[in-house]
């Protein structure tokens, strides 16, 4: 090979300018690394632990015991007609899905430090992979809540195949402020301890341990721009039938929710250039 030849075959990666396209291909071109990510994160979880996957059922069941105590029994909180353990459960499976992706999506840049500093590839793919990861869990505790269905004699309603859509609804959100929170986690540190004051916050401003119809009907709409407020009462709209079904809160929800997903991942490609230099 020749001087001539060996110049024409050399790729020259350099780092874009500006508002850049976000190249969606490369997601595709780079899956097997998405899947290998996925798999690790998976396995990584409970690695060494003793109660392994169970840590996925321990969770959301020891906190709707203590909502039902203290919110159902003590302070006697509406639950829309349906029991309390299964009104806050139905709750908390969508919204441990979300806190999860939210807070590995947001720490996936800086936890793979090792592999964005020493070869390329899609900076999605790490927040992304991270997001997914979570979906077992979710698959897991999922089993419970259908258990309880079965203790109280609830029958899903006939919209209970609208469910994926409520929990893709979740994942977009959390992939879409995970995108913001991840590529912000390179420059400032303090991203990564504000996140569980954030969701904490975050969780007494979603309908879990109250009903919506709690809000006062003027300020609906403003109370769905929380596109978790969609998520969990579409949640439990399409399982149990409580509520009032779709409408302006979870046009809302959407809408927002589309709106951080999009900027986020416009975000992250115009800051991705300076990863490996920061991180």
């Known amino acids: 090979m020749n001087l001539q030849e060996a110049e024409s075959s050399t790729i020259l990666i350099t780092p874009a300018q500006g508002w850049v396209s976000l190249h969606l291909k490369e997601l595709w071109e780079y899956r097997e690394l998405f899947y290998f990510l996925v ?21 959301p069941v020891f906190t709707m015991f203590v909502f039902t105590v203290f919110f159902g029994w003590l302070a006697h909180m509406p639950s829309d007609g349906v029991p309390y353990p299964i009104f806050a459960y139905s709750a908390l499976l969508p919204w441990q899905l979300f806190v999860r992706s939210l807070t590995a999506s947001s720490n996936s840049v800086v936890a793979n430090e090792n592999l964005i500093t020493k070869v390329y590839f899609p900076r999605l793919v790490a927040p992304l992979s991270a997001t997914v990861a979570g979906v077992l869990d979710f698959a897991i505790a999922s089993v419970v809540l259908f258990v309880m269905m079965w203790f109280y004699h609830i029958v899903p309603t006939s919209a209970v195949w609208l469910l994926p859509l409520f929990v893709l609804l979740a994942i977009a959100t959390a992939l879409g402020v995970g995108l913001w929170l991840s590529a912000l986690n390179v420059q400032y540190r303090d991203v990564g301890h504000a996140i569980p004051f954030l969701t904490q916050i975050w969780l007494f401003v979603t309908p879990i341990v109250y009903p919506s119809s709690l809000v006062p009907e003027p300020w609906r709409i403003v109370y769905g721009l929380n596109p978790m407020v969609g998520v969990v009462e579409g949640f439990r709209w399409s399982l149990l039938g409580t509520g009032s079904g779709p409408g302006g809160i979870l046009t809302a929800s959407t809408l927002v929710a589309c709106a951080l997903l999009v900027s986020g991942m416009f975000y992250f490609r115009r800051m991705e250039q300076t990863f490996a230099d920061t991180v």
Request: proline content about 0%; cysteine-free; hydrophobic content about 50%.
């Open 39 to 59: 798999w690790r994160d998976m396995k990584v979880r409970y690695k060494q632990t003793i109660l392994g996957v169970a840590w996925a059922i321990l969770q």
